[in-house]
């Protein structure tokens, strides 16, 4: 027997002692269930009341205002080479922010993810307000799929304030870290929330694909041909397009651009009695940013794509695509 052979042989032998210690303890003990405090119910009580009301609970503001006062010790969440930079102009870390939200998608997948995101967004802004911030930096976008048609999405940011400013009652939310916060204000331009653009559809080719119709026409040739399915890039193409007019729209309500720099697609194929169909989604996420038209910047800019503007309509070549 080999050394290895021995090393294993060692970690299965200690892996079933551990199972069967663990069975035993378990049936003398029996189970065990541990009713939460009447603290806990009364903290789980007052959170389900500040939620419906929009607000935050007494408890959860009074640590920020304690926070704020420097009474309690502060988080940031960006790079420790930013505090010098921050100090330099102004700005000052006031403590981390979070905001979260578990949604469930009834409807519309686009409207789900909409409202969820500025659900948790307008979370987050909450704690920042209570600690008498000007934005919120360096914002970490997570999302965590449930087991059914739900989603839990969460943020963390650090909340700042800047020097001279009286806090704010709609702070900037911004996925930029402190250091582009700091660039962006040297030329001008504002971060002043955060705007999600989102879209679904289906497509179902009556007739195939084009690589299927391909292959009807040459069943043994077209597997080995290298060819772009044209009516697939076409459908995909048109989600993406239609989730950055989302997009575009989301930053108008805030009266600002929109930095798209988060871009996420799926394509699935779903297979069902009445035959093939596809579904794609895409969600775009982006800094909104306000800034004046009429200054020159000190750089030059290359743009690959406004959104100031309006987009062109992509229409697909195919008859059937819905």
Excluded at 173 to 192: D, I, N
Aim: aromatic share 8%; hydrophobic share 40%.
């Amino acid at each position: 027997m080999s050394l290895w052979d021995k090393i294993q042989k060692g970690l299965h032998e200690v892996a079933g002692d551990l199972e069967k210690t663990v069975a035993n303890v378990a049936s003398q003990v029996g189970a065990v269930t541990v009713a939460p405090s009447a603290a806990a119910q009364q903290r789980a009580a007052e959170w389900q009341m500040a939620l419906q009301q929009r607000r935050l609970p007494n408890f959860v503001q009074e640590r920020l205002r304690a926070t704020a006062a420097g009474q309690r010790p502060w988080i940031q969440t960006g790079p420790v080479a930013a505090l010098l930079m921050e100090r330099t102009h102004g700005i000052h870390p006031l403590g981390a922010v979070g905001g979260n939200c578990w949604y469930h998608f009834g409807f519309s997948w686009t409207q789900g993810h909409y409202d969820g995101w500025h659900e948790a967004i307008d979370r987050l802004r909450l704690e920042a307000v209570a600690l008498g911030a000007n934005a919120v930096l360096n914002v970490d976008m997570r999302v965590r799929r449930g087991d059914g048609e739900d989603m839990d999405y969460a943020l963390m940011g650090t909340a700042v304030r800047i020097q001279d400013l009286p806090p704010s009652p709609q702070p900037a939310v911004a996925t930029v870290s402190s250091l582009e916060f700091v660039r962006l204000l040297e030329q001008g331009v504002v971060p002043v929330g955060i705007a999600i653009g989102a879209e679904y559809d289906w497509y179902q080719p009556w007739g195939g694909t084009m690589l299927d119709q391909a292959n009807q026409q040459a069943p043994f040739a077209a597997r080995f041909w290298n060819m772009e399915i044209p009516d697939l890039s076409s459908f995909q193409e048109n989600v993406r397009r239609r989730a950055l007019y989302n997009l575009q729209q989301d930053g108008r309500k805030l009266g600002a651009g929109v930095l798209a720099h988060t871009q996420y697609s799926q394509l699935y194929r779903v297979k069902a009695d009445q035959g093939e169909s596809f579904l794609c989604r895409h969600i775009a996420i982006g800094t909104a940013i306000s800034y004046d038209t009429t200054a020159s910047p000190s750089h030059e800019l290359h743009p690959t794509l406004s959104l100031g503007g309006p987009l062109r309509s992509f229409r697909p070549h195919r008859k059937d695509l819905l």
